[in-house]
């Protein structure tokens, strides 16, 4: 069971995902996942909805319970969305990610292959 304060993690990375604007950061597709969508003549949409749709978090992909790693199928390729807790000017970790007022997230969706 997550501890209290993994949990609040996770809720507020379910929001970020979820692309709620009360959670601070950036999102960004990696070269790989934008020249996939190219190739298919497809736009992101679909990728922002499937990661803000994800909720198969298991023991084995989410050992901490802070909803910030998940995998998926896209176009006949195995994709990867992370979220990382940044410090406000991004230079470093967050020391505190349940803190919105000195955390700002970073979501990074990539192929596998990327990873």
């Not at 970790?93 to 990539?110: A, E, H, I, Q, Y």
Request: proline share 4%; aromatic share 10%; net charge negative.
């Amino acid at each position: 069971m997550a501890s209290p304060t993994s949990q609040r993690i996770a809720e507020l990375n379910d929001k970020f995902r979820r692309c709620d604007p009360s959670v601070p950061g950036m999102r960004f597709l990696t070269a790989g996942i934008i020249e996939l969508l190219k190739r298919n003549k497809v736009d992101g949409d679909e990728i922002v909805q499937i990661v803000s749709e994800f909720n198969v978090f298991t023991e084995d992909n989410d050992p901490h319970g802070e909803h910030d790693f998940g995998t998926f199928e896209y176009l006949g390729e195995t994709c990867f969305w992370k979220i990382d807790a940044y410090d406000n000017d991004y230079s470093m970790g967050s020391d505190d990610p349940t803190d919105l007022s000195r955390t700002k997230r970073v979501l990074t969706v990539m192929l596998a292959g990327e990873w």
